[in-house]
């Protein structure tokens, strides 16, 4: 029963007329150089020898004028601010409370203006500096502590 279904399977399963690939060159015929996106960690400061976003290009990314990096900016931002509400809600603790209707401008200017008040930070990993700027920009407020029952009256 098996064999007739995975036959039928097989045989309506459509068939590629194109020629076969050719075999890969031998694995010494491959270029030495790094790709790009290659992870050649140099040292723990520096988020881009880590193969990290660093706050730097996110901040040239989030400065363009084009609806690419400007949607790709508000999307690194809104999804750093998605991930820290997840933490927040798991681990019952706020990191930063923005305002009840903040846009994604608003965001967006924090993390830029944090980076230009501290150009040393340029070199950090984009997402932990969007989130030590979005606490910078919008502390939370301290939770009341509970009050202190008074002794009963004599």
């Known amino acids: 029963m098996i064999?007739?279904?995975l036959g039928l399977l097989l045989a309506a399963a459509p068939q590629d007329t194109a020629a076969p690939l050719p075999p890969a060159p031998p694995a010494a015929a491959?270029?030495?150089t790094p790709?790009?996106?290659a992870v050649t960690p140099k040292g723990a400061d520096n988020a881009a020898d880590m193969g990290y976003l660093s706050a730097g290009a996110l901040v040239d990314r989030c400065s363009e004028t084009s609806s690419?990096?400007?949607s790709y900016c508000f999307a690194y931002i809104a999804g750093v601010r998605d991930a820290m509400k997840?933490?927040?809600i798991w681990l019952n603790a706020r990191e930063f409370c923005?305002?009840?209707g903040q846009s994604q401008s608003d965001l967006r200017r924090a993390f830029v203006?944090?980076?230009s008040a501290y150009p040393t930070n340029r070199t950090g990993q984009a997402a932990s500096v969007v989130?030590?700027?979005l606490k910078q920009t919008y502390p939370c407020e301290p939770e009341p502590s509970p009050a202190t029952p008074l002794p009963p009256k004599p």
């Open 98 to 100: 923005p305002p009840a």
């Open 86 to 88: 997840a933490y927040e």
């Open 35 to 37: 790709t790009p996106n």
């Open 30 to 32: 491959q270029p030495a």
């Open 3 to 5: 064999s007739t279904v």
């Open 68 to 70: 690419a990096s400007t």
């Open 113 to 115: 203006g944090f980076v």
């Open 131 to 133: 989130v030590v700027s």
